[in-house]
Nanobody, 123 residues
């Protein structure tokens, strides 16, 4: 059974930092690109970032570019999202997801999803 478990969310002041983790099990981790998506209250879920299977290619939404950094440790089956200079508009539920063979930029191609971790940024 595939599981993706996010952690590291919380409440932080604007300008602060958080590091999210996504621990994967039940799949061959380095066969998958991994993405981060986020959903703010009352809004649709949006792409935030993704990273290819070996970590050599990363992609970011314009809203987070330059502030967020995705990385992965395939030996630990874990994905990370370092979030710096956080803004109130970054407040959302953050989800990690795994995609095999498809574009990591397209939400519809993802095979597996985690349950999410809440990030709240106060002004």
């Amino acid at each position: 059974q595939v599981q993706l478990v996010e952690s590291g969310g919380g409440l932080v002041q604007a300008g602060g930092s958080l590091r999210l983790s996504c621990a994967a099990s039940g799949l061959t981790f380095d066969d998958y690109a991994i993405g981060w998506f986020r959903q703010a209250p009352g809004k649709e879920r949006d792409f935030a970032s993704c990273i290819n299977w070996n970590g050599e290619a990363t992609y970011y939404a314009e809203a987070v570019k330059g502030r967020f950094t995705a990385s992965r440790d395939n030996a630990k089956n874990t994905l990370y999202l370092q979030m710096n200079s956080l803004k109130p508009e970054d407040t959302a539920m953050y989800y990690c997801a795994a995609v095999y063979g498809g574009s990591c930029l397209l939400e519809t191609t993802y095979n597996y999803w985690g349950q999410g971790t809440q990030v709240t940024v106060s002004s």
